[in-house]
């Protein structure tokens, strides 16, 4: 899950008379295709386009632009950047003054990072009423140049993973992990809620991704973190620097020798026994909780708790990747005791709990 503030879409739909003119919103729409630090690429549309399109663009700070219908406002062709477009007190900049405009696909640079800007456009039709729409974008911080570096593990947890690292040269930083190689990318202008609990829903990057947030300097500054409910297997880390925040945050997406880095947890989790089931006169059934990831399970059956007299066919026996298994062939009116170990891909866990269970007469 993520905090999102992505560029959005203000539509002013305004009816009200100045000058003898009507001004109401109109089905304009402008798609905004790339944003930088210094540059915006968008595309505009118009099915039902007016007689003439006035296209400006403003700092937010700046208030809407109160147009005169009778004034035909000097345009710049074939230039992008911004102060080279012509302008109206320095704070108006007129990117189009056309009849009939329809499409117009544009890219302007120089724009100043980490700031709010509007595309205003105005519809005019023959009759001097004016339809207005406003589009706001915010331009990126600059990015990082130097990406965080020397990801080192910390301490030997078999049900969590420390690691620390060397920052780079960004405002912050998050921290992804996954259980595969991690190919999601942060996306700009997108703040992630981290947790330090590994394949929490809340921090996912992207819907089953199986890639997390555990880590995000916007609430941690310490240049560290534990991921808990971590279970046998490969973990992945990469670390992202960015600057800015919100809308204007830009992650910087590089790697390098020592990030990401993995790290295979070896040591396995032992198994929990249950309370036997179903318990007969030669049988019951023994049960046990499911440890994530494992190949199986050895599962141990005796006469004795010190486990000395061992039952031949569960001496130990293989179960394979299950949660119970009937054994039979018992005496009845009798005492048994049974315990499993984990099977992993290159080792075995250490023994469970062990289970008392009495045979009916």
Known sequence: MVLEKKYFLIIFAII?????TCLYSSNASVNFLKRTDTAIKFSYSNNDAKERTIIIIR?????????DVKKKYETVVNRDKLSELANIESNY???????NLSILDKELISLSPSTGYFIDVYNIDKKNVIAMNSFAFSTLAPEPSEQAYQIAFIGKETESITLTWTNGNGKGRIVFASRDSIIELPEDG???????????????????SGTFCVYNSILNLEKRVTVKN????????RIFEFNGSGDSTNYLTNSNKTNPRSKFIYVLKAPVALNAENIAKNSFDARW???ERCQGYLLEVAEDEEFTKLIDIFNPADVGYCESINVDGLKSNTTYFYRLKTIGYEDISDYSNVIRVKTKK
């Open 289 to 291: 909780e499911h440890v």
């Open 93 to 99: 900049f007129i990117i189009a003054d056309s009849n």
């Open 230 to 237: 971590i279970d046998y297997g490969e973990y992945y880390f």
């Open 59 to 67: 700092e937010a700070l700046h208030p809407a632009l109160k147009i």
């Open 16 to 20: 009200c008379f100045y000058s003898g």
């Open 190 to 208: 997108v703040e992630y809620k981290p947790s330090v609990n590994f394949s929490d829903k809340e921090s996912e990057v992207k819907n089953n």
